[in-house]
């Protein structure tokens, strides 16, 4: 497994909140399995997303597997009561302590991008869900990134986050490769989607909640990783980051980002 370049910090627990709401209807929207389906959520984090699948799909039968211990207790003290019909287990997905076929679905989220093994984390999904089942794969890719006004600051700034999370074995910019990722895996019937985020001065709220609660958090929390590597010192950093904010402001600000949603099927054998 790769390291997690985003950490566990209270500030990121709230950035991935943030991202979830303002996300929802974008990568969610036409996501719904039919009450009693038993589904895997790998990676599920502080539970933003398990949130959004329970709402979207009440009734299913949910389990929820993330690799650290503290996430899953955010994840459970985050869903309250409907925590009672959500099944959690801490483990690598790579070990997963399921029995093939489990699962009639798996729902993936954020996960892939931070992972060295990619391929081997859909195979073992392939294995958990049973055939003929689904699965839902939400992932980003930096490299789609483009914003205004697109100073050398910034650019600098964005290009650590993305130099830090390849230190780690991760692919930031993974969701072109859902489709290739998925094949290699086993799957069939893919169809991949590319969701973008655009926000102008026309849309002051997503402008402002895409950039300032997702984008400029997201590349903060890599500061310390990024000054001890060396890619920037203090005094740039500090003007990457307000520059980066500044793509939320006036009438010439803009940003755009596109995430990948994929959705597949395990072969019938
Ligand atoms: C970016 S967070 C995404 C959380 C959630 N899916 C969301 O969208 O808000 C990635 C999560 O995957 C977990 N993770 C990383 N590698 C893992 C692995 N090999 N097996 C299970 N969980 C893993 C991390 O602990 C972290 O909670």
Not at 24 to 43: I, N
Not at 185 to 214: K, S, T, W
Request: hydrophobic share 45%; glycine share 10%; proline share 7%.
């Amino acid at each position: 497994m790769g390291g997690y370049v985003h950490g566990y910090s209270a500030r990121e627990a709230e950035r991935l909140a943030d991202q979830a709401t303002i996300l929802r209807p974008l990568l969610h929207g036409d996501t719904s399995f039919p009450p009693g389906t038993r589904v895997l959520e790998p990676g599920c984090g502080t539970g933003m997303q398990t949130q959004a699948l329970l709402a979207g799909s009440p009734g299913i039968d949910l389990t929820c597997l993330d690799v650290d211990a503290g996430q899953l207790a955010r994840a459970r003290a985050r869903l309250g009561e409907r925590a009672a019909a959500v099944a959690f287990r801490q483990g690598d997905l790579l070990n997963a302590p399921f029995p093939p076929a489990s699962f009639d679905a798996a729902f993936v989220c954020f996960l892939l991008e931070h992972l060295t093994r990619p391929v081997d984390a859909l195979a073992t999904l392939r294995r958990l869900v049973r055939p003929g089942g689904s699965i839902v794969v939400v992932e980003g890719d930096h490299g789609s990134c483009r914003f205004h006004p697109e100073t050398p600051a910034a650019m600098a700034a964005w290009s650590a986050l993305v130099t830090c999370q390849r230190r780690l074995g991760g692919d930031p910019d993974i969701g072109r490769r859902l489709y290739g990722l998925l094949a290699e895996a086993g799957f069939a019937d893919i169809v991949v989607e590319p969701r973008m985020v655009y926000a102008d001065a026309g849309r002051p709220a997503l402008r402002d909640g895409f950039v300032r609660r997702i984008i400029v958090p997201m590349v903060d929390g890599v500061r310390e990783a990024a000054l001890t590597a060396g890619l920037l010192d203090a005094s740039a950093w500090a003007r990457g980051l307000a520059d980066l904010d500044a793509t939320a402001e006036g009438p010439e600000g803009a940003f755009c980002y596109t995430f990948f949603k994929a959705t597949a099927r395990v072969p019938e054998e």
